[in-house]
T-cell receptor
Framework: LAKTTQPISMDSYEGQEVNITCSHN???????ITWYQQFPSQGPRFIIQ???TKVTNEVASLFIPADRKSSTLSLPRVSLSDTAVYYC?????????????FGTGTKLQVIP | ETGVTQTPRHLVMGMTNKKSLKCEQH?????MYWYKQSAKKPLELMFV???????ENNSVPSRFSPECPNSSHLFLHLHTLQPEDSALYLC????????????FGPGTRLLVL
């Protein structure tokens, strides 16, 4: 199962774009990359998922280079409410959910 | 609101008590999960159910007993817990195959005295 590595914490000012990079050097051919957001004392919330190149939704963008050994979550113009822990996960396309681990995530602090 | 509800939201119990946590999903998903999140630690997957059958038990002590009577409901029965079992217990659900998204409930904050 692919192991992921993320920075433990990041600070950003309001209105800035934030990029959080996750390394997953031994990602398998069938693995997808998924990002979650978690606020204190709440369950994680699915943000975005991708397999290769770029994926964008109303919340974030996910950039995946050709070798897929890393991925970058991009949050445009963050606000104070984006202060949370962000988790990068790698999981097989079908099934295998039982082996997914969340890791320690990246704690993002948005500063006024 | 994620479509996954958990009750109670907070629970205080003694080590000799028996209590149950309840989870319900309104998303039509086939897989349900229990996670434990202790302070300063990553989420730990405890149990996985697929179509009401347990498919994963990550070496969880027997004082935690899951039950999945149907695909919409999941219970975690607790008995003779230890203080170190105090944590946030999260329930999640997902489509059984082909979906990366797990939808989490708000969790039950458990304190064992």
């Amino acid at each position: 199962l692919a192991k992921t590595t993320q920075p433990i914490s990041m600070d950003s000012y309001e209105g800035q774009e934030v990029n959080i990079t996750c390394s997953h050097n031994n990602i398998a051919t069938n693995d997808y990359i998924t990002w979650y957001q978690q606020f204190p004392s709440q369950g994680p919330r699915f943000i975005i998922q991708g397999y290769k190149t770029k994926v964008t939704n109303e919340v974030a963008s996910l950039f995946i280079p050709a070798d897929r050994k890393s991925s970058t979550l991009s949050l445009p113009r963050v606000s104070l409410s984006d202060t949370a822990v962000y988790y990068c996960l790698v999981r097989p396309r079908a099934g295998g959910y039982q082996k997914v681990t969340f890791g320690t995530g990246t704690k993002l602090q948005v500063i006024p | 609101e994620t479509g996954v509800t958990q009750t109670p939201r907070h629970l205080v119990m003694g080590m000799t008590n028996k209590k149950s946590l309840k989870c319900e999903q309104h998303l039509g998903h086939n897989a349900m999960y229990w996670y434990k999140q202790s302070a300063k630690k990553p989420l730990e997957l405890m149990f996985v159910y697929s179509l009401e059958e347990r498919v994963e038990n990550n070496s969880v002590p027997s004082r935690f007993s899951p039950e999945c009577p149907n695909s919409s409901h999941l219970f975690l029965h607790l008995h003779t817990l230890q203080p170190e079992d105090s944590a946030l217990y999260l329930c999640a659900s997902s489509q059984e195959t082909g979906s990366g998204a797990q939808y989490f409930g708000p969790g039950t904050r458990l304190l064992v005295l």
